[in-house]
Nanobody, 128 residues
Framework: QLQVVESGGGLVQPGGSLRLSCKTSGFTLDYVAIGWFRQAPGKGREGVSSISSSGDRSGYADSVKGRFTISRDNAKNTVYLQMNSLTPEDTAVYYC?????????????????????WGQGTQVTVSS
């Protein structure tokens, strides 16, 4: 059973940075595609960023493009989301989601329903 645990959330001032981590266990990360999603109070779930199992392709929501960077360290079974120039609009619970792939490929998944395994979420609050 693949398990997913997020960490790294917290309170940060506008313009600040945070790095979220998504650690997986139960299956080698070499064959897992990862997506980051967020949900703000009173709003629906939003896809933020995703990365292919091969790690050579990734995608971003327009709202975070140029500010957020997704990366992966398969040796550590961890995917990171570096978030810079944060604004209050980035305040949300951030979720990591995982999808097993049967071979490494360059496809990344952007829809929540394409993922099977989800973490519990980590709160990010951007406020002065």
């Amino acid at each position: 059973q693949l398990q997913v645990v997020e960490s790294g959330g917290g309170l940060v001032q506008p313009g600040g940075s945070l790095r979220l981590s998504c650690k997986t266990s139960g299956f080698t990360l070499d064959y897992v595609a990862i997506g980051w999603f967020r949900q703000a109070p009173g709003k629906g779930r939003e896809g933020v960023s995703s990365i292919s199992s091969s790690g050579d392709r990734s995608g971003y929501a327009d709202s975070v493009k140029g500010r957020f960077t997704i990366s992966r360290d398969n040796a550590k079974n961890t995917v990171y989301l570096q978030m810079n120039s944060l604004t209050p609009e980035d305040t949300a619970v951030y979720y990591c989601a995982a999808r097993r792939t049967y071979y490494q490929d360059s496809y990344y998944y952007t829809l929540g329903e394409e993922y099977t395994y989800w973490g519990q979420g980590t709160q990010v609050t951007v406020s002065s």
